[in-house]
């Protein structure tokens, strides 16, 4: 009983769903109590058992509640309640899904299975829709209590381990990853079904020859499976690349090519991915480019040498780096390069050509000093910023945007992620690719400001612009000439607070209105605006005497 407790407390610092897993053990404990006769001794195993998975749960618990937002790990997120995309399905949806996962239709993702397959074929469901109903008779009876007991348990883990894929609403269920819980019990029920049918068979059925079909039935079965995983599934493309493949073989060519002088850089949609981790032996020289959003270019007295995955592909710095791109590179299933690669020796890398030139210093560690600009893009404002490094930044440091109008007022804000900035070292380039997300009724004009700046990661503090000569200038340079084209939204997705619509005039439709200022105090002044029609009247400037009520 202490091993068997130590064991389910160790669950709980596995897969979020295990955390539903107590639910199951209660209910077995909860039958076994009601039914033993010798309760005293059910009573101290239960003791037992509890004691040594409390120990063994007691830091975590402790975690939890000095962190309660992870508690739940992220069904927070995708649950009903969650926050992370938008809710495709009801709750009671999401559940018949889920219900469907054993024999009508499965996780549409093909990481863990065959897609939409579900976990049994049609006789194995019926097996199993058997062994439940056996198992619940069985329970309802009298007989062993160790024996309902364990009746219980199949049917608490069926239902329980259940729930989380069905409360991810936003997750697309039904979800396999998410089920792991049901794994093995899941299992035995086919099993109870099968021995149930061949209890019930007749006595003169029970013949050589129906043991020998049933084997041949086995055999076949697993020939079957057999088939569909290691020769449909196991050797697909998609799946190779899903799996992050490319990254293993990326890890292991690395380990072969790479030269200890290079500067190492992969590109990743996730920062220190660990296929990369687990593969390459080099992996601390590693430095990431996230995404497509950044590049780094190396010092002039610097080789370097990139890798980019299929999910992570060169994409806008293609241009930069082809002259230097790298043949002989291992195969994917698809008979292409895995990845893609290239190699600049010392003195070779491309001098950044900025269309606009700039010069602004930040801190005495980068520079800015130039931008692209591009034409309109709908729903975003898009630039590529050129940083020269100066000095190794002492901490950590995250690209702020602001981007304004040319009256200086703002529309949006944004973030970029570029990596660890404490690896760069001085001569290097950092080129950011930055796309500002903006909100619905935003006017769509040529002449917005992209104000750029850097704070650091840890504490937020902004990291002043200074001039060539070193005076403070702000805390953000400014990139003129920002597109922001006519965006995809309709009319019932702006953020109108008070919807009211009225014919103003000819051609024209007051959706509503915004009551932009909440509150005041005496002596602030406010300018008051159109936000809805785009136009903004900056004339009119009014002193506030006293604090109004409302919204007013």
């Given amino acids: ?134 198992s619940a008779w069985r329970l309802a009876r009298r007989g062993d209590p160790v024996a309902r007991t364990g009746y219980a348990l199949l049917i608490a883990n069926l239902i329980v381990m259940s729930i989380p894929s069905a409360l991810a609403v936003r997750g697309l269920p039904p979800s396999f990853v998410r089920s792991v819980g049901l794994i093995p019990l899941l299992f035995v029920l086919p099993a109870i079904g099968a021995e149930a049918v061949a209890r019930a068979l007749p006595a003169r059925w029970r013949r050589p020859a129906l043991w020998g079909a049933v084997a041949a039935v086995i055999v076949a079965g697993g020939l079957h499976t057999r088939y569909l995983y290691f020769d449909m599934w196991g050797p697909r493309a998609d799946l190779y690349f899903v799996l992050e493949g490319d990254l293993e073989a990326a890890g292991h060519w690395l380990n072969e090519a790479a030269l200890p002088d290079e500067a190492l850089f992969v590109a990743s949609k996730f920062y220190q991915h660990p296929t990369m981790a687990a593969t390459a032996d080099d992996y601390d020289r590693v430095r990431w480019l996230m995404a497509r959003d950044v590049l780094i270019l190396p010092a002039a007295d610097q080789a370097a040498r990139y890798v980019f995955p299929r999910s992570a592909p060169p994409g806008d710095w293609a241009v930069l780096l082809e002259p230097d791109r790298l043949a002989d590179l291992p195969r994917a299933p698809d008979g292409h390069a895995a990845f893609e690669a290239f190699r600049f020796a010392a003195g070779d890398a491309p001098a950044p050509a900025p269309t606009f030139p700039l010069e602004a210093y930040f801190g005495g560690v980068a520079a800015l000093r130039g931008a692209d600009v591009y034409p309109s893009a709908r729903d975003y404002a898009e630039a590529t910023l050129y940083w020269e490094v100066l000095a190794a930044p002492a901490r950590d440091m995250r690209l702020t945007l602001d981007l ?126 159109a936000l809805l029609g785009g136009g903004r009247d900056h004339g009119a400037r009014r002193r506030v005497r006293a604090r109004p009520r409302g919204g007013r």
């Fill in 404 to 529: 304004r109008d040319a009256w200086g007022l703002p529309w949006a804000k944004d973030h970029v992620f570029v990596g660890d900035a404490t690896t760069w070292q001085p001569g290097e380039w950092v080129i950011t690719r930055v796309h500002v997300r903006v909100p619905p009724g935003t006017p769509p004009l040529d002449n917005y400001v992209l104000r750029a700046g850097w704070v650091e990661a840890e504490t937020g503090a902004l990291i002043p612009a200074l001039d060539a000569q070193g005076r403070y200038v702000s805390t953000a340079a400014a990139v003129p000439g920002v597109s922001v084209g006519r965006p995809h939204a309709a009319p019932d997705q702006l953020p109108i607070q008070a919807s009211q619509p009225v014919q103003a005039a000819e051609g024209v439709r007051l959706l509503g209105w915004n009551r932009e200022t909440l509150s005041a105090r005496p002596g602030d002044s406010g300018v008051p605006h």
């Fill in 1 to 134: 009983m202490a091993a068997a407790g130590a064991a389910a407390g160790l669950a709980m610092y596995t897969y979020y769903s295990a955390r539903a897993f107590p639910l199951v053990i209660a209910a077995g404990w909860a039958v076994l109590l009601l039914v033993a006769d010798d309760r005293r001794l059910r009573l101290r195993q239960l003791a037992v058992f509890g004691v040594a998975a409390l120990l063994v749960i007691t830091p975590l618990v402790a975690y939890f509640v000095a962190h309660p937002d992870e508690a739940l790990g992220r069904i927070g997120q995708l649950g009903p309640w969650g926050t992370v995309g938008e809710a495709p399905l009801s709750f009671a949806e999401s559940a018949l899904r889920t219900a469907g996962m054993f024999f009508v239709k499965g996780d549409p993702q093909i990481r863990w299975n065959l897609p939409d397959r579900p976990i049994f074929d049609p006789v194995a469901g019926a097996l199993m829709v058997a062994g439940l109903a056996v």
